[in-house]
């Protein structure tokens, strides 16, 4: 079970107190830390909570959510009862959302009443009512956060409120699961213009996403390690939730932009005051970054001395752009390969002057 090896085994092993999970979200003002005890007992009753929506092993949920703890908290759920989860990215299109309920087939639902991007809220309820409404299934059943920024007005009758579904629900165990079982499915787009979910097994994506901690990302229990993504993508599965939590890292949810939030100085604030070790984004990240502040002023404020690397995926890096990085950080800058069918690095390109 790929929860129990993300986070009970860890409790168990005497890293329960270390900090597992640090939302970040200068957005909303917010920094919260969640030790490995307490992710797992939040994850515990979400599992409760979703097994008592009626959700069953082998069940797909759909996750609509933002950069929120409770989108973490709602994939290591699924994966703790041996439900199959499906994220999509939180604002996404109606449309495009129905598609993936129609080929999913989904359970449950689980989303939140809007996300945040930059100084701007996104309603999501609007958009998932739509794409229910083309899918066909209005009643389907959700598991709603309601955001303070914009708190739920009008309640489904098929919906139940986070909080309230959480305290009312027995915490569940996690299950057991061959190693064939899936684990997830992600929707990437194909050659024929449909959506195709590929399919993750448990136990060789675990084994992998561990092995590649260490040998590949130079990162060990206890270090910090920061995917600057979004669990739409497989970087945030892959990268944000399941590889650093096997490892014993702590790992960073991050709900904000590389410049705007408030300004090009976002990432540099985050390295220095979480201590990050490994920084993971995409090359359009340090484009913004370098565009805004090209000489680098606002980097010279901050103490990024804790960090060793950077890696770079989603699209090539240009020259110019990883040897302005490379310049800057004075660290390895690693431009890597991989994809959505892969889920974890194909191919490692360290270039240096």
């Known amino acids: 079970n790929t ?17 597992a999970l640090i939302y970040d979200s200068p957005v909303t003002g917010q920094v919260v830390t969640f030790s490995y005890a307490e992710l797992r007992d939040k994850v515990a009753a979400c599992a409760g909570a979703i097994r008592q ?33 499906s994220v999509v990215f939180g604002g996404f299109a109606a449309k495009e959302l129905a598609t993936r309920v129609l080929d999913a087939k989904p359970a449950l639902i689980v989303s939140a009443s ?22 066909n299934a209005t009643d ?36 057991p699961v061959a190693a064939t079982d899936p684990l997830y499915i992600l929707y990437t787009s194909g050659t024929t213009g449909q959506p195709k979910g590929v399919v993750r097994p448990s136990g060789g994506h675990a084994v992998a996403l561990n092995w590649t901690m260490p ?21 945030g599965h892959s990268y944000i939730v399941y590889g650093p939590l096997l490892q014993g890292c702590t790992t960073i949810l991050y709900e904000g932009k590389p410049v705007g939030t408030p300004d090009a100085s976002a990432f540099w604030r985050v390295i220095e005051q979480h201590r990050v070790k490994c920084l993971f984004t995409a090359p359009t990240a340090f484009r913004a970054i370098r565009r805004e502040d090209p000489e680098g002023a606002l980097l010279k404020k901050h ?20 040897h302005w990085a490379e310049k800057k950080l004075e660290v390895p800058v690693i431009d890597h390969w991989w994809q959505t069918e892969s889920g974890w690095a194909l191919s490692l390109i360290h270039i240096s002057e």
């Open 3 to 19: 929860c129990y090896n993300a986070l009970d085994r860890h409790c168990e092993n005497g890293r329960g107190e270390q900090a």
């Open 53 to 85: 929506a009626g959700v069953g092993q082998g069940d797909r949920v759909i996750i609509y959510m933002p950069m929120i703890p409770e989108a973490v908290i709602a994939m290591l759920a699924c994966a703790r009862i041996g439900a199959i989860h």
């Open 114 to 135: 809007c996300g945040i991007e930059g100084k701007k809220v996104i309603p999501y309820l609007p958009l998932l009512n739509e794409a229910l409404d083309i899918a």
């Open 140 to 175: 389907m059943p959700r598991l709603l956060v309601s955001r303070p920024q914009l708190p739920v007005e009008e309640w489904h009758p098929a919906a139940r409120e986070w909080e309230q579904a959480m305290a009312a629900a027995e915490p569940a165990e996690c299950v």
């Open 215 to 235: 040998h590949i990302y130079n990162v060990k229990p206890g270090d910090v390690y920061w995917a600057a993504s979004d669990i739409g993508w497989v970087v």
């Open 303 to 322: 103490d990024i001395s804790s960090l060793q690397a950077l890696f770079l995926a989603g699209e090539r890096c240009d020259p110019d752009t990883l």
